[in-house]
Structures are given as C-alpha cells and as structure tokens.
C-alpha cells in the first residue's frame, strides 16, 4: 500500500540550529525532500513486491526485473515524483503556513524550474509507459491529469481530494496486473486496502493542515463539517479496512499460512484497531501528525506482507 502525492506528504522537517532557525539542507538533501525520495522507494518496493509475489512467484529473478517492468516503474516513479512537484508548487502559500521549514518550491528550487521539472517527469512517466502499452500510457496520462486536477483544484474540496489520490494509490498497486494480466484477485484485494488506507491518512491529514487551508480558501471535510464529524467519516472508511483485513487474516489462519495471517494479525489489523482509538481521543494537530505517521507504517507493514504471499 504505498503513498502517493497529499497537500503534505513530506519527509520530516531538520531539527532548529541555535536560536531556532532551519540548517540549510543540501541540493541533494533538498532535491529528496521536493520529489518525496522514501515515499518513491516504497512505491517501487511495492510494484516489486506485486510482481514478485502475487503475479509471478515461481518465476526466477530475471523474469520479475525484466526490462519492460523496469521502465514501467520508472515510468510510475517519474509521473508520482511530478505530482510532489506540482503540489508544492501550487501549494507555497499554504506551506509557508503549516510547515515553513519544509519549503523547497520558492525557496530552495526556483518556481519555473520546478514547474519545468514537473512537466519532463510526467512526460518522460507517460511515454514511457505508452511505448510498453498503449493502455499502460493512458492510465499513466490519466494519473499525470488528476495529479494535476489535484494541486490545482481537487485537494480544496472536501472528499473529492482524498478519494483522488486514493484512487491513484490503488491504481499504482495495480499498474503490474494490467501489465501482466494474469486475473490474480490478491492484487484488487491489495488495492481496494490501498484506497482505504489512503482515504483515511488524507483525511487525518487534512485535520492536521486546517489552519494554512483555512486561510486559502480550501473546503476540505474537517472545515466544512467539522472536526467531530470528519472524524466519524475517517472512522467509517477505517472500520472498512480493518473488517477487509480481518477477512484476510482469518482465511490466511485457516489455510494455515500461520506467516501471513500473524503479520496481518500483529502489523497490520492491530495497529489500525490502535489508530480508530486515537482518532477517537485526538483532538491536537500534533496527535493527528502521530496519526498520519502510524498510517505510513501500516502501509509498509501491509506491502511487506506480499513477502509472505510468495509462500
């Protein structure tokens, strides 16, 4: 269950130097920052993990990393890095509001080279991906547009932004069956809990950033109804997605696959039961910002289940 591009899916801001101000990162350090470097390595690790598990795991190395999937991984990396370009260009004002240590656009970049920089990646994701398959380059164009309808205009109205980059979450876990075709129904198992996952990290991660939205405009769902209400929504989507793991971790115990239905059981299933309780009690930005980062874990603990998958 990998991440995709939100109004702030960054990595941790540095530590205050003396008297508090921000230590200037590196061009490397800030380049990382801008495309999202942790958040592409576990999108790549989970398109490996697809198709090294679920779609081909009998299959001898060379046949999973074959070149056609590497470009196409290429190509998802190249269009998921574009749309953290393009967010944080359209989002410098909001930033400087929620996060200002963490601005890179405007501040570290230069706004027309982050823009020329968001339109070679999603170029080079969808021609790539268009000269595998003319069906992979559309699903890939589609996914560079609503990036874009995103950052520009999806994010600021309450669901609809969430259930997009949901929507593209699930779509990137699916990118290697639509390469393969094999009809393997783990797959749409593995991307129906993506889209739930995400759904919910979005939306906590809208509570978190009310105040810069606030200001901007933004009608996202705790600021048209409400923190109390908003917290019901997320709560709903989040009792989806643990009944659909339940599923999965009781058939994996009753087909004695005791690995995986113990991972899902402990890494997965019981850190979100953790997570409905502390959406319940949280009422402070910084408990919502603890309640995106256990997201974050669950969904690598849900990727790295397919490992046992293989089995």
């Known amino acids: 269950m990998p991440l995709l591009p939100s109004a702030s899916a960054s990595s941790p801001s540095p530590d205050p130097g003396p008297g508090g101000a921000q230590p200037e990162a ?50 998802a990396l190249s269009v998921g890095a574009a749309g953290y370009i393009i967010n944080d260009y359209y989002d410098v004002k909001i930033d400087a509001i929620n996060r200002p240590g963490r ?46 309808g995103y950052s520009v205009r999806f994010k600021r109205v309450a669901l609809v932004g969430n259930l997009s980059i949901a929507t593209l979450t699930a779509a990137l876990v699916l990118l290697p069956e639509l390469q393969l075709r094999t009809g ?6 593995y991307a129906l809990a993506a889209f739930l996952l995400t759904v919910v990290r979005e939306i906590v991660k809208d509570v978190e ?17 409400g923190v109390p209400r908003t917290k019901w929504i997320a709560g709903f989507f989040l009792l989806c997605l643990a009944l659909l793991v339940m599923g999965a971790c009781s058939r994996a115990l009753l087909t004695r696959q005791w690995e995986l239905g113990l991972w899902l059981l402990l890494l997965v299933l019981v850190p979100l039961l953790l997570v409905a309780y502390h959406l319940r009690r949280a009422d402070r930005k910084k408990h919502f910002a603890r309640l995106s980062s256990w997201c974050k874990w669950v969904m690598l603990a849900g990727v790295l289940s397919m490992l046992w998958m293989a089995g």
């Open 26 to 75: 590196s061009g490397g350090r800030q380049l990382a920052r801008l495309v999202r470097l942790p958040n592409l390595l576990i999108m790549g690790l989970c398109m490996v993990l697809v198709r090294a598990c679920l779609l081909l795991p009998n299959s001898p190395w060379r046949q999973v990393l074959a070149p056609g999937f590497g470009l196409l991984v290429l190509a």
């Open 103 to 148: 601005l890179v656009v405007g501040k570290a970049v230069n706004r027309r080279h982050a823009m020329l920089a968001h339109l070679i990646l999603s170029g080079l994701g969808v021609g790539l991906s268009g000269w595998l398959s003319p069906w992979l380059g559309l699903v890939n164009l589609g996914s560079a547009l609503l990036l874009w």
């Open 184 to 189: 393997h129904e783990a797959v749409w198992s």
């Open 209 to 225: 950033d009310m105040r810069g939205d606030a200001q901007h405009d933004c009608r996202t769902l705790p600021i048209v109804w």
